[in-house]
């Protein structure tokens, strides 16, 4: 069982930056992937950034380059660095995991965010313009 809280969401204008963090507890020995989702209102669940146990990372095309997504294992501890937020970027974010699984595309694996199975509670992002 893995256990998920995450923190550092608030109210910033576009352009500002904030720091997510995702305090996490495993209990099995199972290799798992961690990452961020994201809901707009409206909208469905949309996964932005995972990253796997060896640093491979994945994100979604509307978050490269702004998104960064790193883990300190000693800690357990997932961040999600964000800059230049858009007002689109508002959402309630969600930590999340899985036992890994990947596709391939150009020679490089990409870590697949579908159906995963272990949420946090959720922190709020909110971009005013």
């Known amino acids: 069982q893995v256990q998920l809280v995450e923190s550092g969401g608030g109210s910033v204008q576009s352009g500002g930056s904030l720091r997510l963090s995702c305090a996490a507890s495993?209990?099995?020995?199972?290799?798992?992937?961690m990452g961020w989702f994201r809901q707009g209102p409206g909208k469905e669940s949309e996964g932005v950034a995972a990253?796997?146990?060896?640093?491979?990372?994945s994100y979604a095309d509307s978050v490269k380059g702004r998104f960064t997504i790193s883990q300190d294992n000693a800690k357990n501890t997932l961040y999600l660095q964000i800059y230049s937020l858009k007002v689109e970027d508002t959402a309630m974010y969600y930590c999340?995991?899985?036992?890994?699984?990947?596709?391939?595309?150009?020679?490089?694996?990409?870590?697949?965010?579908?159906?995963?199975?272990?949420w946090g509670q959720g922190t709020q992002v909110t971009v005013s313009s």
């Open positions: 990253i796997d146990p060896d640093g491979v990372t």
């Open positions: 495993r209990y099995t020995g199972s290799r798992y992937c």
């Open positions: 999340a995991a899985d036992r890994c699984t990947y596709a391939y595309s150009g020679g490089r694996k990409v870590i697949r965010m579908h159906n995963w199975n272990y």
